[in-house]
Nanobody, 124 residues
Framework: QVQLVESGGGLVQAGGSLRLSCAAS????????MGWFRQAPGKEREFVAA????????RYADSVKGRFTISRDNAKNTVYLQMNSLKPEDTAIYYC?????????????????WGQGTQVTVSS
């Protein structure tokens, strides 16, 4: 069982940056592939980024590639999402998720554990 708690969301102007954190409970955090997803108002939840157990390699959605960076600190049971050059279309609730896989995955149904989400709002 893994419990996930996101933090770091907020309101930022276009072009700004935010860093999201996701703290995981339990001793087996390093056993899980971790992912970030987001859901904008009126839209389905979509994949943003994922990272393997060891921290490399990583995978990104085309819409965030070059602007967002996913990383993890297994000693702190935490995964991060650094978001730079934010755009209004990045406005969404951001969720972190854990999958008991060695490799990364962008498929939501492969993630067994989900956080409650944190709101990110980018103003124009």
């Amino acid at each position: 069982q893994v419990q996930l708690v996101e933090s770091g969301g907020g309101l930022v102007q276009a072009g700004g940056s935010l860093r999201l954190s996701c703290a995981a409970s339990g001793r087996t955090f390093s056993s899980y592939c971790m992912g970030w997803f987001r859901q904008a108002p009126g839209k389905e939840r979509e994949f943003v980024a994922a990272i393997t157990r060891s921290g490399a390699p990583t995978r990104y959605a085309d819409s965030v590639k070059g602007r967002f960076t996913i990383s993890r600190d297994n000693a702190k049971n935490t995964v991060y999402l650094q978001m730079n050059s934010l755009k209004p279309e990045d406005t969404a609730i951001y969720y972190c998720a854990a999958a008991n896989l060695a490799w990364y995955t962008s498929k939501q149904n492969e993630y067994a554990y989900w956080g409650q989400g944190t709101q990110v709002t980018v103003s124009s």
